[in-house]
């Protein structure tokens, strides 16, 4: 299919496998949630990490009935809200992170080119 006449929410909805297509942005999602949950320790990402997954698949399979979908996206979508409500509450400074590691690699690379400089 190249076109429909339908948005894009609508027509995933009535073909589940076209889940395939937005399939790879849920799993990004997902990693981001699992990235901010191992290092925030966030529960509403790990909500996301499993529950995201979780409506892809019941999506795909078709083994859940209509209304055990709606209810996972409206899960999904709350659990999303919450997400982005607290990382746009986060402090830029915890976001960005440590920078040593930075200042590690660099003074590193100092002392490799100070060896070879003396080397040759």
């Known amino acids: 299919v190249t076109h429909s006449d339908q948005p894009l929410p609508l027509f995933v909805a009535q073909q589940p496998w076209t889940i ?16 901010e949950g191992i290092c ?5 990402a790990a909500g996301l990490a499993l529950l995201l997954p979780l409506l892809c698949l019941s999506h795909l399979s078709g083994l859940a009935p209509a209304a055990a979908e709606q209810a996972l996206l409206v899960t999904v979508c709350g659990v999303a809200a919450v997400f982005a409500g607290r990382k746009y509450s986060q402090p830029i400074k915890d976001d960005i992170g440590d920078k040593s590691v930075f ?3 660099k003074q590193q690379q100092q002392v490799a080119r100070e060896q070879d400089r003396i080397g040759q």
């Open 20 to 35: 395939w297509c937005v399939g790879p942005a849920a799993a990004a999602a997902t990693g981001v949630a699992i990235k």
């Open 103 to 105: 200042v590690y690699l």
């Open 40 to 44: 925030y320790g966030k529960p509403e």
